[in-house]
Every structure is written in C-alpha cells, then in structure tokens.
C-alpha cells in the first residue's frame, strides 16, 4: 500500500476498515475525557463488553442452581473447558482434540517439559534464546535440575543481538550444532521484546531432524498472528489468553499437543482427575486412563467464573475471523513503520522488529538511541498506554481488534512533539 503522512489518509483507511466496528465492542479506558491510544493489547488486552453477560451467567447459574450447575444447560462446567476449543483450534492451527483451555501459561509449561523432557545419557540439552522471558528460562532450568541435568552445561542460549533479533539461520545452526546431544527445542512464537515471529515450520523441522523435541510458548503470538501448529509438526504449545486475546489478567491459559502424541495414554505426564477419561472419572478409582488428546494431561476441574470471561472473548475472534485480523494488522502495523521512518526523529530511532510482515505480528520494538525513557514518560502523560521494558524499548502494539489507523497517526506525532520538546 502507498501509505500518506497525513490524518486525513488514516482517517479514510478508519472508513473503509472491514473490522471497524469491532471497536465499539471493548471499553476503552479514557484520559481527560478522551479515549486513551491504548497500544499495550500485547501486555493485557481491553475489556470486551460482552464479557459481563457471560460471567453473570455463572454467577447466576451458581446463584440459583449451586452444585446442579455441573450439568445446567447452557455450558455446563463439568464441560466447560470444551467450549472455547473450536475457536482455540483455528486460532492455533490445530484439530480440536490437540487444544484446551486450562491452568495458566508457566503451570501449563511444567506440564509440558515434565512431558516432553526426558533426558537420556548424553541426550540432556534443551535450546532457548538468549533472551527468554524469565519465566520460561526458570521453567526449563527447574527441570533440568529436578532430573539431575545442570544447566551451565545442558542449556543452550542462543544469543540475540542487543539492538536486533535472530536469524533462523542462527537457530538452525544451534540446532545442528548440538545434534546428538539436543533434547529439546523451545521458542516463542512471537519474541515478547523484539517482536520477532520466529519460522515455526523451518524450525520444527530442523529440530526433529535432529531427534528433538519441539515446542513453542505463543504468548505474544496467539490472537496476534495465524499459525499452523498441526500442519508444521510442532510438538507442542502454550499460551495465556489475557494478552491479544482479551480474556482478562491472569486468565486461564491454553496448550497444545500434537495428536501423534497426545492419545498415547502411556505418554509421561503430571495426571489429575480431570485428565480421567470422562466416562470413569466419577468412578473415583484409581486406575489412570487418560482422556485422549489432549484434555488427558488435565488436573483439576475448571474455573467457570474466569474462564466465562475467556469465552465471551473467543466470541468475538469468531466473529471477527483471524485471517481478516491479520490482514488489517499488517496494514495497521505497516503504517507504524512507515510514519515513523518518515518523522522528524527517525534518526534517533531503531526499530528493533523485523522489518517484513512476515517475520512479526502487530508489535513494534522502538529503541531510541537517546531520550528512550523521557519520550515514553512524555507520551504516557499525554493519553498514550504502552509499555516499557529494560534495559531501553518501548513496546507499540496496535491491535487490530480495537486499535485505529488514526490512533496509529496521533501516537507518532506524539513521539514528534516529545522529540520537539526534549530538544
Ligand atoms: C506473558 C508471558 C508469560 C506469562 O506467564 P504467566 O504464567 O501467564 O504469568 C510467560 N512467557 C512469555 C513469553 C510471556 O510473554
């Protein structure tokens, strides 16, 4: 697209956006009066408003029904992690049996590294990058030690340029590098700092050449950008719904695993009740016979208040259609970068995210070379949400759901008038 410098031109791309109405289907919060540019969906996504019918629901079904509930139409809770796993599955790529919402993103990432790392002899390495969120680098690093495997020699850190992002080229390079020893492969789908949408495909396939595992933590990535987890061959996945997918802070989270693996009842795992096949669970005997797929790794019965809200907003990613929200991010995430390569501070800017569409979802990683903190502390005073993280990025993610062509526009002459006033 040719894209123009100009309010006028978002103001048209606002016009004839297909998806402009799903705007009006979030609260977003206000500064002065005015709507804030709310460009932090990456961190917690906006309140859908659909979201107080669905958790009155339950309240109300506790309310009048109390344990009947279990089994009260509509959405049952003894079925309630079934009912978000359709829009789950396209979101993911996945078929239905290989999703489910459950527990949270670090709990769900024990599960499966308890699953799908198992050291054997010289077979003890596991890869990530150099600069994993710290949670995934404790999850991995804790295995290690429980199975009697030290990290200063098993873990692989791949390592990401301070002012860049990682070539596949690096990665596979790791992979092979490390062949006969490499255990376990496991990345973001999209980088939460850089913002860099790693080649699921070309990576998976590396890794299983080598006879490793591969999975995937999709934190910044489900809601944000397609993926095709059955289809690539990924072993397995997670992810939290309270980022791009708007289901609230802390809300349940979400994993998946292939169906090569996951109807193998004698696959190693954690296993609870609520992983018992469903036709013996109330039996409450003690023979363990997972449900197959992958609602056998299971532990306990879901929390239908909070996740109620996480249906309510898989609803409105049905309606709205990943592959339409895409389209309008690259677009939205396109006009980002062009006005800000053609501000008047485009000189103190890097941009740390990959500069193709392909290689990253709606987040751009903005490094200014000097005044990083101060123009980031100027816009948030001036109706901006976005975030920072150190040592010196800040975060923009316009989110297609909710975010504008025009909110797109306000925010970089901001960034101007901040430069202007910093000097
Ligand atoms: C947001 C995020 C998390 C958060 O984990 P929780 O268990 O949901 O608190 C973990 N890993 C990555 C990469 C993230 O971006």
Redesign the pocket.
């Known amino acids: 697209m040719n894209y123009v410098n100009q309010l006028e031109f978002a103001k048209e791309l606002d016009q004839s956006d297909p998806l402009k109405s799903f705007r009006t289907k979030f609260y977003i919060p206000e500064k002065d009066g005015k709507d804030v540019i709310y460009f932090c969906g990456n961190s917690l996504g906006l309140q859908p408003e659909n979201v107080d019918e669905f958790v009155n629901r339950e309240l109300r079904k506790w309310r009048d029904f109390a344990v009947e509930g279990h089994f009260t139409e509509p959405y049952p809770w003894v079925d309630y992690h079934k009912f978000g796993r359709t829009v789950l599955a396209e979101l993911v790529g996945a078929e239905e049996n290989e999703v489910v919402a459950f527990n949270?993103?670090?709990v769900n990432l024990h599960l499966m590294l308890a699953s799908f790392y198992q050291p054997e002899g010289v077979r003890n390495k596991i890869i990530i990058e150099s600069g994993a969120?710290p949670?995934?680098h404790f999850a991995v690093t804790s295995h290690m030690k429980i199975k009697g495997v030290d990290p200063a020699m098993s873990l692989v850190e791949v390592a990401v340029p301070e002012d860049g992002y990682l070539s596949t080229a690096e990665i596979i390079d790791a992979i092979n590098d490390h062949k006969n020893e490499l255990a376990l492969v496991l990345l973001?789908g999209i980088q939460?700092y850089t913002g860099q949408f790693f080649r699921i495909r070309e990576i998976t396939r590396a890794a299983h050449d080598v006879g490793a595992f591969v999975g995937f933590?999709l934190?910044?990535a489900i809601g944000n950008v397609p993926v095709s987890l059955h289809d690539d061959d990924v072993d397995f996945a997670v992810w939290?719904s309270y980022?791009y997918l708007n289901s609230g802070p802390g809300n349940v989270?979400g994993g998946f695993i292939h169906q090569k693996h996951n109807n193998d009842p004698s696959f190693p795992r954690l296993a609870g009740w609520w992983g018992q096949d469903e036709t013996i669970r109330f039996k409450m005997e003690n023979n363990f016979q997972p449900t197959k797929g992958i609602d056998g790794w299971m532990l306990s019965n879901i929390n239908a208040l909070s996740t109620s809200a996480h249906l309510a907003a898989l609803e409105i990613f049905k309606e709205a259609g990943m592959e339409n929200l895409r389209k309008k991010s690259i677009t939205l995430t396109g006009y980002l970068e062009f006005l800000l390569k053609d501000s008047s501070f485009a000189p103190n800017l890097k941009i740390l995210t990959p500069g193709s569409a392909d290689e990253r979802g709606c987040q751009l990683s903005l490094y200014f070379l000097k005044n990083g903190r101060n123009v980031y502390d100027f816009l948030t005073h001036n109706g901006v949400m976005l975030d920072w993280r150190e040592p010196n990025v800040m975060r923009a993610a316009p989110a297609p759901l909710y975010n504008t062509f025009e909110d797109v526009f306000r925010f970089v002459k901001l960034c101007e008038k901040a430069h202007d006033q910093l000097g």
């Open positions: 949270s993103l670090t969120f949670s995934d973001p939460y933590d934190a910044h939290c980022k989270g």
